[in-house]
Every structure is written in structure tokens, then in C-alpha cells.
């Protein structure tokens, strides 16, 4: 088994990464589960994406930058965005209302 861990500067991105993600999920007003059917992952793995874990698919976590209107670099967001993801992430949890829409 491996006891490789990421760099330092690699695991400060991924865990910012993961926290402007969640942020931007709960400015849409998903919750984890409806962020997940629409990227075809789990609730665990939106979780772990969130958690800035390094063992996700890359290709899960681009999935959900573009589902977010994210950047898959988060030094590339706009100061605007970034004020507006700020305020929407302060820890409000998303309760579901119903049932998915379709409407981005």
C-alpha cells in the first residue's frame, strides 16, 4: 500500500477548491445528493470533493466546476465571484425542496 501524500501547496488548492465548490452548490440551492444525480456520482464523493480530498476523479471534479459555473482553477475566479461564493458559503445547510429541475 502506498504512503504517498500529497504536497502541501497541492492539498491547500484541492481543499480550497472543494470549499468554493461547495459554496457555489449552495448558492444554486443544492443539496449534496441533487449536486450528485446531476454530475452521475455519490453523495459521499460531492462530500469528499468538498472535504478537498486528493482521491476523486479528476474528471467528477471538472464535472462539477462546469455544473457550478466554476473555474477548475480557483486563483482564476473573479473577485466578484469570489465575494459572492464568500458570503454564500457561510455554512447555511440546503435543505431539499422537492424534486430536481432540469434549469441551471
Avoid: K
Avoid at 56 to 75: H, I, Q, R
Wanted: glycine content about 10%; hydrophobic content about 35%.
Amino acid at each position: 500500500m502506498s504512503s504517498y501524500s500529497a504536497p502541501p501547496t497541492v492539498t491547500r488548492r484541492l481543499q480550497r477548491l472543494g470549499r468554493l465548490i461547495a459554496a457555489a452548490r449552495r448558492a444554486r440551492g443544492f443539496t449534496q445528493t441533487q449536486l450528485a444525480e446531476r454530475a452521475g456520482t455519490s453523495r459521499p464523493t460531492i462530500n469528499r470533493v468538498e472535504q478537498g480530498a486528493g482521491n476523486v476523479a479528476w474528471g467528477t471534479v471538472m464535472t462539477l466546476c462546469w455544473l457550478l459555473d466554476l473555474p477548475s482553477d480557483p486563483d482564476a475566479l473573479s473577485p466578484d465571484r469570489q465575494a459572492e461564493l464568500a458570503v454564500a458559503g457561510r455554512g447555511r445547510r440546503v435543505r431539499p425542496r422537492g424534486g430536481l429541475s432540469d434549469d441551471f
